[in-house]
């Protein structure tokens, strides 16, 4: 059976004007109670954000939100899992590491306004504040040019529109009981934005792997070996796999805390694990000035799988 895109959430490229990505975790104080809870949300999500693409069709809202491993295995103990649904094991390279931290439930909101971003959030949270606690809130925004901090194009080689599903979307073959839901993974970095800005435009370049203001792709010569558009690939079987990705900027600016949130949304979390150790085991020069704070693993259920959460049927 082929995917279709009308039973998934937004799982595409959209990385939206203003955004919020949120990460709870379930007080495991009640298991019914937190079965109800989920099945309620599970339940009025759609109809919240149905209504708020009513009330500002101008915002164009655009909404994820899904399980880890362990809320799964907590709230449908007797339920089939997702195949790769699992707790990210973090990746040791020689010189930095990618870190695995808690996340029970995580919501993924963009828009062109921010009020809007509040507004779900806002309304989500009269559902599921009684029965979790917040383990992260980042608000992000589009940056100059739709450009990462660092100051480059972000996602150029995204798959776009209608072909990102290809790449993002469950498909019968896989597993068959969750077509159309797709698995997100999260992680948060830390910049050293003072040791970047010092970096000449050239050495910045060869260490991405493109030009700064044209975003031309530098030549192999050019690049450095580690440059961060080498190592990020997955080459695996000699074929480029793809993921959709995006790279969300963050900032306490007073404070000095600048990042960026990485999401990358695919079918098969294989590629998107290979990406992540090809950066970590041969130490991405992007490393050397973005350290990664959290690390985890969710799968976006289609509507389909939602309203069994909602009917009780897991």
Not at 29 to 39: C, K, M, N, S, V
Not at 190 to 210: S, V, Y
């Amino acid at each position: 059976m082929t995917v279709d895109i009308k039973k998934a959430q937004d799982v595409y490229k959209d990385a939206g004007e203003s955004v919020i990505f949120t990460t709870l975790m379930l007080k495991h104080d009640d298991l019914e109670a937190d079965r109800d809870a989920i099945a309620e949300f599970s339940d009025m999500s759609n109809s919240i954000i149905n209504s708020m693409r009513i009330r500002d069709p101008e915002a164009q809202a655009h909404i994820a939100w899904g399980f880890g491993s362990d809320a799964w295995d907590y709230l449908f103990p007797n339920a089939p899992k997702p195949k790769e649904l699992e707790n990210f094991k973090e990746i040791k390279g020689p010189k930095y590491t990618a870190v695995s931290t808690p996340g029970d439930l995580f919501i993924h909101i963009r828009s062109k306004k921010m009020a809007v971003c509040y507004e779900l959030m806002d309304q989500f949270m009269e559902i599921l504040r009684p029965i979790t606690t917040v383990e992260d809130e980042t608000h992000g925004f589009r940056y100059m040019e739709g450009r990462s901090i660092v100051g480059f194009i972000d996602g150029t080689e995204n798959p776009a529109g209608i072909e990102s599903m290809d790449y993002t979307l469950i498909d019968e073959e896989q597993d068959p009981e969750f077509t159309n839901g797709s698995y997100a993974f999260a992680q948060k970095y830390i910049h050293n934005m003072d040791a970047w800005k010092k970096l000449k435009t050239e050495d910045q370049e060869k260490a991405i792997g493109r030009h700064k203001f044209s975003d031309r792709e530098l030549t192999d010569e050019e690049k450095l070996p580690n440059a961060h558009n080498v190592v990020s690939k997955d080459e695996e079987g000699g074929v480029e796999h793809k993921i959709v990705r995006m790279n969300v900027p963050f900032s306490d600016p007073a404070k000095d805390v600048t990042g960026t949130y990485f999401i990358g949304y695919s079918k098969d979390f294989a590629i998107t694990n290979r990406m992540l150790t090809n950066m970590f085991t041969k130490s991405d020069r992007l490393l050397d000035f973005s350290t990664p704070i959290t690390g985890n693993l969710f799968f976006i259920p289609s509507k389909t799988t939602l309203e069994k959460i909602a009917d009780g049927d897991y």
